[in-house]
């Protein structure tokens, strides 16, 4: 054994619980769990069933934590885990799964097959069988500060730019704000709207807010590529700028994954509760219509529908807001089959994105999305994720569909009154 | 050894061998698997986490949205051959006066023509989810023996009572004896395959419901 | 008096029926068409067929009453009837406390055990020129 | 009374004013008794009246003399009928006059006479426990007596379930070491008529079949002639109609049992008997077990009494469960065990964990 393949398997045992060992136990091979992935349903190959792609993880379970899989072991009779099989399913753990987390609500035993990819991924990284799209990702996320290499004097470059734009201030490292922005490095490279669109709307409402120039960047490719420690690192920046900045609440940048590193697995990951809140922009925004402080004037005519990011929604419970949000700006505003709790995945969440030997699989899958719009039709594509507004632009233009996609933040700032006015 | 003794043998030493079996492997499979415990979520719950892993054991026993209409067969099949086996063990006469003797608990029955009915529709909707699971690409990729193994310990027991109850193919002895023996198979090894399902099922679901309970999705 | 008289008795709306009576019926036709044709009969036990209540009376029914009507009393009453078919017989045999230990339906001309045995009959002829002789 | 031994059995019977009708009768009644086809009652008639009786030897071992008590009310014929008339029963302890040695020279005697011709009819099991020193007669174990007297016999019938296999005296813990007749010899033709006791008429037919065909009926697995014993207490039962219908009695007082409703859940072993009670009946056709409101107890099945209870329904466990809770003490033992070792290895993997750089990304 390898001494990294030794590195994935210790990493495996340390991880796995209760709730995989139940959820093993519980798999009758049902295969509905196919049905929900668009992995599958897209290319018909049974090898993407999303329990399928965990049985590296089932395996070493079996082998070292049931008493007839450790006689087995002990007895030789039972195939030990090898580096090449982990490699073999680095397209399965990661090209064909964006933690969409589809499978683990329809899975009728209950088992939450997502929460046991992720945890699968501690092994696959640790044994150095990640993809190295991710791991560059990584890489530079943990080293320069962001995953496309954004460093502070870009992002300054770019307020700069929004003040002049704006003619708002744009603050950095203000002590006792009652936000801090986060951002991620699509925001700042190719969709500074947003930053603008944050600044009408903190005006609006009269709220203060802040960057952090040793925190702005939200995106957690440790995370993705499923690394615990990693993801820490990079967790523990925002922990430590925002402490350091006393703010009240951390806002998510629209980034489904950053939403989830952050609110979700970020106390976890740095092993204590955090001292403030953590929402996604979406939320604040939605708690700004409902307290009568966001207010928009006019209304979009042409024909909208919303994407719902994964890990907004299904996996991260926002789901009412951004419709409320959508209805207040938009006549015609559709909906597209399955839209909300059970949308379909744009097909490059979880790290997928950032995979280019996943390219072709990722086109093929983003024919559900193209089902999805060809029943609505709409003329533009509203999202809340910079990661699925890249995939699906990206998938539209493969598929010459000539539907715009835009943010909903920056869309609903367009409807802010300019100051005065 | 004839049918006399065999059937003997299956209600009195073989019953308690199985039965002795079963409740070992269940407990010892229980402790094996939830002992493993779990980290505690420190990340704040979108609402108090209340009963979300309860709702979900009941919520997930019905197809999520836009569900049933690919999988037609599994969800109509799984459905009537869950509800005909649930019927079949607690709601025949003969299985209630069994658990009376054994536990001292009882309840009414339904008349034997109805469990009759039941049966075969029961033995039907396994053949049906079988064939299922040789023609469909998903589930026949993802069986392995374990697969066949368990329907065939789960098909016998109720092809045995059926013909049993019948007084089809073999003597009456013969058959009820081959029926008990079966059904101690099948107790036997619910413990060490994916039949444990039958009790993992509920703690799965309450784990599924909880983690997402704690974040405010209903599952 | 025989216990048979107080049995506990099937209550059942519709006697239960098992199927095999009519089977039976074309049985009893096939022997008398061989009795017609080669004059040999034969006959067919009812207590040895996995008969219910029902398929005794849908037979019984069936066949109905004819003509002929013996009792024989051989250590215990026997009961010949012949049916509406002649040469179709329903023998009962009881035994001497009056229980039932044969029942048969008998395809023959007369059946056997009526017709008087040769050395019966010459035993019978000594016995009676035995009395006549006592007569002088 | 004076009889010729060496007389056929007709001559014997007209000697006693029974017409050849009643015998007809009687033949053909047995006939349809052991579902031999109707016209082999005249062929056994005529068998049977040409027949020599043939010597019986009976010897009593561990037993209830419930077997003589049933033979002895056998109707059909008579008891003394059978005995004189059809055989020459030359030894029998609890019906001859002789005792003592009387009866010890009476028994020799027979088997010196008949040698190689005697049918031998055992009832009761067989000690072998402490030699067999737990039954003897005369100074002698069963287990000697059975030995020497089925060295000169024809044939032996077993009769009754003590004989045929082993019965009563056999059931748990069996102290005598009883067993089967079947279990000692095994070098002669055995019929078993097990019942406790069994149906009378069920060795008036065995006989009368040797005395016709010169030979033994056709025996099932158990040794046993398949014309009697070929279908269940169920098969023939008069009351399957309600077992058909799921009509059963809760007890033996309730609507059901008055209504005469199936037993089975009461505890009759009827599905698992293979006996004639259901259509031969007992005391002169009178009535049987189940006709009288009780379920068939299986007497004639092996090792009946220790079967589960008598009032235990079949599909009902036969026996306490006596490993439960011990199998449940130990499947917590197993499952605190493997916890224990998880935990330990689980420990140790989080205890070697090394944080994870970037450098370790890669193989």
Redesign the interface.
């Known amino acids: 054994m390898?001494a990294?393949l030794e590195?994935g398997v210790?990493?495996l045992?340390?991880v796995?619980d209760a709730p995989i060992a139940s959820y093993f136990s519980s798999c009758v091979h049902c295969g509905l769990c196919a049905e929900a992935c668009l992995f599958y349903t897209e290319t018909g190959d049974p090898k993407y069933t999303p329990i399928h792609k965990l049985e590296p993880l089932r395996r070493v379970y079996e082998q070292?934590?049931?008493?007839l899989g450790?006689v087995a072991k002990w007895l030789h009779i039972s195939k030990p885990i090898t580096?090449a099989e982990l490699a073999e399913w680095q397209e399965l753990v990661y090209n064909s799964c964006t933690l969409c987390g589809r499978c683990s609500v329809v899975c009728p035993v209950g088992n939450d097959i997502v929460y046991m990819v992720r945890k699968l991924r501690e092994g696959m990284?640790?044994?150095?069988?990640?993809p190295e799209g991710i791991?560059g990702a990584?890489?530079r996320t943990?080293?320069i500060g962001s995953p496309m290499g954004v460093r502070l004097p870009a992002v300054k470059a770019q307020m700069k730019h929004v003040e002049e734009d704006y003619g708002i201030p744009i603050p950095l490292d203000v002590e006792g704000a009652e936000y801090m922005v986060m951002l991620s490095s699509m925001e700042i490279i190719n969709f500074p709207e947003y930053l603008g669109a944050i600044a009408k709307i903190m005006r609006q409402a009269g709220k203060t807010w802040t960057l952090c120039s040793t925190a702005f960047e939200a995106t957690n490719a440790g995370m993705q590529?499923g690394?615990s420690?990693?993801a820490k690192v990079i967790v523990s920046r925002i922990v430590e700028g925002a402490e350091r900045l006393k703010v009240k609440t951390v806002i998510s940048p629209e980034c489904g994954h950053a939403y989830t590193a952050l609110r979700w697995e970020g106390a976890n990951l740095v092993g204590r509760p955090f001292t403030f809140q953590v929402k996604h922009i979406i939320e604040v925004l939605g708690e700004f219509q409902e307290q009568g402080l966001l207010k928009t004037e006019g209304m979009e005519t042409d024909r909208l529908t919303f994407h719902d990011p994964c890990q907004l929604a299904r996996r991260g419970g926002v789901i009412q807001q951004q419709r409320s949000l959508m209805k207040m700006i938009a006549k015609d505003f559709v909906e597209m089959p399955d839209a909300g709790f059970m949308n379909w995945c744009c097909g490059g969440g979880g790290g997928a994105s950032a995979i280019e030997e996943g390219e072709e699989l990722r086109l093929e899958a983003f024919k559900r999305k193209k089902a999805q719009l060809e029943a609505v039709k709409p003329d533009r594509l509203v999202t809340a994720c910079a990661n699925c507004r890249i995939v699906l632009e990206e998938g539209l233009e493969h598929y010459q569909m000539d539907i715009p996609v835009i943010g909903l933040t920056e869309t609903i700032a367009e409807h802010i009154p300019e100051k005065g006015a | 050894m004839?049918?006399?003794?065999f059937?003997?043998w299956v209600?009195?030493?073989g019953?308690?061998?199985a039965?002795?079996?079963f409740?070992?492997?269940?407990?010892?499979?229980?402790?094996?698997i939830y002992?493993?415990g779990r980290k505690k979520d420190l990340s704040a719950p979108r609402h108090k986490p209340g009963a979300s892993g309860w709702h979900t054991i009941a919520r997930r026993s019905v197809p999520p949205e836009g569900m049933f209409k690919t999988s037609p067969v599994s969800y109509v099949g799984g459905y009537v051959f869950h509800i005909g086996l649930a019927i079949i063990i607690f709601l025949f006469?003969?299985?209630i006066?069994?658990i009376e003797?054994?536990v001292g608990v009882s309840w009414p029955g339904l008349?034997?023509?109805v469990v009759d009915l039941v049966t075969v529709v029961t033995l039907a909707a396994m053949i049906v989810l079988l064939a299922d699971r040789i023609m469909k690409p998903t589930k026949r990729y993802l069986s392995g023996f374990q697969d066949w193994f368990t329907w065939t310990l789960t098909f016998l027991p109720v092809l045995t009572g059926w013909l049993a109850v019948q007084h089809l193919l073999l003597?009456?002895?013969t058959m009820?004896a081959l029926h008990?023996l079966t059904a101690e198979l099948l107790l036997v090894f619910i413990p060490f395959t994916k039949l444990f399902h039958a009790f993992t099922v509920f703690g799965s679901r309450w784990f599924n419901g909880a983690v997402n309970g704690h974040k405010g999705v209903p599952v | 008096m025989?216990?048979?008289r107080i049995?506990?008795?099937?209550?059942?709306d519709d006697l239960?029926m098992s199927g095999n009576a009519p089977a039976v019926l074309r049985e009893i036709g096939e022997l008398l068409h061989r009795l017609a044709e080669e004059g040999v009969g034969?006959?067919?036990?009812l207590?040895?067929l996995?008969f219910?209540?029902g398929d005794r009376v849908w037979l019984e029914e069936r066949l109905g009453c004819g003509e002929v009507e013996i009792s024989?009393q051989?250590?215990?009453l026997?009961t010949f009837s012949e049916t509406r078919f002649p040469g179709v017989w329903w023998v009962v045999?009881r035994?001497?406390?009056g229980?039932?230990?044969?029942e048969?339906v008998?395809v023959t001309r007369v059946p056997?055990?009526i017709v008087a045995?040769p050395?019966?009959v010459r035993?019978g002829l000594a016995n009676l020129n035995d009395l006549i002789s006592g007569l002088s | 009374m004076t009889m010729n031994k060496n007389a056929k059995l007709l001559e014997n019977l007209?000697w006693q004013g029974?017409?050849?009708?009643?015998f007809?009768?009687?033949c053909?009644?047995l006939a349809?008794?052991m579902?031999l086809?109707?016209?082999a009652g005249?062929a056994m008639a005529e068998a049977l009246a040409q027949a020599k009786r043939p010597s019986v030897i009976w010897l009593p071992f561990q037993e209830c003399t419930g077997c003589t008590e049933s033979i002895t009310r056998s109707?059909?014929?008579s008891i003394e009928g059978m005995i004189f008339d059809m055989i020459s029963l030359d030894y029998q302890e609890t019906l001859m006059a002789a005792a003592g040695h009387q009866a010890e020279e009476a028994l020799h005697k027979a088997m010196q006479d008949n040698m190689g011709k005697y049918v031998l009819i055992i009832d009761g099991s067989v000690a072998t426990g402490l030699d067999g020193a737990y039954s003897c007669i005369a100074g002698r174990t069963n287990l000697e007596a059975l030995r020497e007297a089925a060295q000169g016999a024809a044939a032996i019938i077993a009769l009754g379930s003590c004989a045929a296999y082993g019965g009563i005296p056999k059931a748990k813990p069996n102290p005598t070491g009883a067993v089967a007749v079947s279990d000692i010899i095994k070098d002669k033709p055995i019929v078993n008529i097990p019942g406790c006791p069994p149906i009378p008429v069920v060795i008036t037919g065995v006989l009368a079949h040797y005395l016709t065909f010169g030979s033994l009926p056709e025996l099932d697995?158990?040794g046993r002639p398949k014309a009697f014993y070929g279908e269940?207490i169920?098969?023939?039962c008069?009351?399957?109609?309600?077992y058909?219908?799921?009509k059963f009695a809760k007890s033996f007082d309730d609507e059901g049992a008055r209504?005469?409703w199936c037993l089975f859940?009461l505890g009759c072993k009827g599905?698992?008997?293979y006996n004639a009670c259901a259509?031969v009946?007992w005391n002169?056709?009178?009535?049987w077990p189940v006709?009288a409101?009780h379920g068939c107890l299986?007497c004639s099945?092996?090792?009946?009494w220790?079967?589960?209870g008598f009032y235990?329904?079949?599909?009902?466990?036969?026996?306490p469960?006596?490993?439960?809770a011990?199998?449940?003490l130990?499947?917590?033992v197993?499952?605190?065990a493997?916890?224990v070792?998880?935990?330990a290895?689980?420990g140790a993997?989080?205890a070697?964990?090394?944080?994870?750089?970037?450098a370790?990304?890669?193989?």
Do not use: C
């Not at chain 4, 370790?360 to 193989?363: C, P, Y």
């Open positions: 390898s990294s590195k210790r990493v045992k340390e796995i070292e934590y049931t008493l450790r580096d990284s640790a044994s150095g069988n990640a791991k990584a890489n943990v080293t590529i690394n420690d990693l | 004839n049918e006399m003794q059937l003997t209600r009195g030493p019953l308690d061998i039965l002795s079996l409740v070992l492997g269940v407990l010892w499979r229980l402790i094996e002992s493993l006469i003969p299985h006066k069994l003797s054994l008349p034997s023509q003597p009456y002895t009820l008990i | 025989t216990l048979e049995p506990i008795r099937v209550e059942a239960p034969g006959a067919i036990d207590r040895s996995p219910l209540p024989l051989a250590g215990g026997s045999h035994n001497p406390q229980a039932v230990v044969s048969q008998e056997d055990i045995d050395n019966d035993n | 007209e029974v017409s050849r009708r009643t007809l009768k009687y053909a009644t349809s008794l579902a086809p109707p016209s005249r109707h059909s014929p697995k158990l269940t169920h098969d023939r008069y009351r399957r109609p309600f058909d219908q799921g209504k005469g859940e599905p698992v008997t259509s009946k002169g056709g009178a009535s006709e409101g299986g099945e092996p090792d009946f220790d079967a589960g235990k329904a079949l599909s009902m466990p036969a026996d469960l006596k490993m439960t011990g199998a449940a130990a499947g917590a197993a499952g605190v493997i916890t070792a998880n935990r290895k689980k993997a989080k070697a964990h090394e944080t994870t750089t970037l370790d990304l890669e193989k």
